[in-house]
């Protein structure tokens, strides 16, 4: 899978899991999953687990301090 696909579907699932498109301080959800998408895309284990599974991790540690 391309970048660009993996960029836009861990983008859609951030998205959806959040259920906000703007985090507090002003960023796009889209904007920082254009960020770390590269990163997930670049490693070939989480590329293998798919770009729904690593947005679903991401996620999970929004909002943590």
């Known amino acids: ?5 993996f960029t836009r579907r861990l983008t859609a699932e951030a998205k ?3 259920g906000f ?5 002003g960023q796009s959800v889209e904007d920082y999953c ?3 998408a ?3 895309h670049a490693d070939p ?5 798919g770009p729904e599974a690593c947005a679903e991790s991401d996620v999970s540690y929004w909002g943590e301090e």
């Open 1 to 5: 899978m391309e970048l660009e696909e």
């Open 38 to 40: 590269a990163s997930y």
């Open 45 to 49: 284990l989480y590329r293998e687990e």
């Open 34 to 36: 254009k960020e770390v």
């Open 16 to 18: 959806r899991l959040a």
């Open 21 to 25: 498109d703007t985090f507090d301080d």
